[in-house]
Nanobody, 122 residues
């Protein structure tokens, strides 16, 4: 069981950038696909990445603005968010999938962090 801890959320102006991090405890991080979700207030899958980092997925709402990446040596997942918009405001969670390839279904994710708040406002 991994423990996931998000950080990096903040108040930022429209057009600004943030980088979220998700630190995972345990030695099995590299075996599992990971994803970022947003709750605002509905839960939305924003981006996902395979266990080896070769394959990624982006929701249409963030495609071209957000970049998901991972460093398996550091057990850390990242979400680079550029050109932020007010509708990006929400609570951002990282989540671990049940296998090496990601799923678009939230019920496929069995480990969740506590979330980090992102607020985009002028």
């Amino acid at each position: 069981q991994l423990q996931l801890v998000e950080s990096g959320g903040a108040l930022v102006q429209p057009g600004g950038s943030l980088r979220l991090s998700c630190a995972a405890s345990g030695s099995t991080f590299s075996l599992y696909a990971m994803a970022w979700f947003r709750r605002a207030p509905e839960r939305e899958l924003l981006a996902a990445i395979s266990a080896n980092g070769d394959t990624t997925y982006y929701a249409d709402s963030v495609k071209g603005r957000f970049t998901i990446s991972r460093d398996n040596g550091l057990n850390t997942l990242y979400l680079q968010m550029d050109n932020l918009e007010e509708q990006d405001t929400g609570l951002y969670f990282c989540a671990k999938s049940g296998g090496p390839m990601y799923s678009l279904a939230h019920y496929s994710y069995d480990n969740w962090g506590q979330g980090t708040q992102v607020t985009v406002s002028s």
